[in-house]
């Protein structure tokens, strides 16, 4: 069993586009480099979890999401912030799922697939009423990154 940083994508590791999906836009911040970096070191699991209501939206598609999320990861690799999991959520806002953050269906869903000490895991991202506030009703840790 880990723990694990839930990193959020847009506006915490790369720079919000808004609805970023050309990775041409791509921009990457270095001080969440460098704290998944710090993170994985200690033996975190390192996960993005990421509003994509875009898709819903139809702004872009999940096959357009993926190239942009690969070269990210690649980016990442490159830094020696490689990720270990990538987990969205597709759905409009007025669609009302669990998985939209501040929801945690996302880190529900990655406990299914990691063996994840969420106590003593951190969710990190770039506002407080998203994931500052998913981490309050977790209980747990959250790194909040003003832009
Ligand atoms: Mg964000
Ligand atoms: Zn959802």
């Known amino acids: 069993m880990k723990p694990a940083l839930f990193t959020d994508r847009d506006?915490?590791?790369n720079r919000d586009c808004?609805?970023?999906h050309d990775p041409a836009d791509l921009f990457i911040f270095d001080d969440a480099v460098n704290i998944i970096r710090d993170y994985k070191s200690k033996g975190y699991l390192i996960i993005i979890i990421t509003n994509q209501s875009g898709i819903a939206r139809g702004f872009f598609t999940v096959r357009e999401m993926e190239e942009f999320n690969n070269?990210?990861?690649e980016k990442l690799r490159e830094k020696g912030a490689g990720v270990d999991g990538i987990?969205?959520?597709p759905h409009h806002?007025?669609?009302n799922c669990t998985c939209r953050?501040?929801?945690?269906?996302l880190i529900r869903q990655a406990m299914k697939d990691f063996d994840i000490d969420l106590e003593n895991s951190v969710v990190m991202g770039d506002r407080d009423d998203i994931e500052g506030e998913l981490a309050r009703k977790l209980g747990i840790k959250s790194i909040i990154l003003h832009r």
């Not at 953050?101 to 269906?105: I, L, Q, R, T, V």
């Open 11 to 13: 506006g915490t590791i």
């Open 18 to 20: 808004p609805y970023c």
């Open 71 to 73: 070269a990210l990861l």
């Open 87 to 89: 987990y969205f959520c």
């Open 93 to 95: 806002p007025g669609d």
């Open 101 to 105: 953050k501040p929801g945690d269906g």
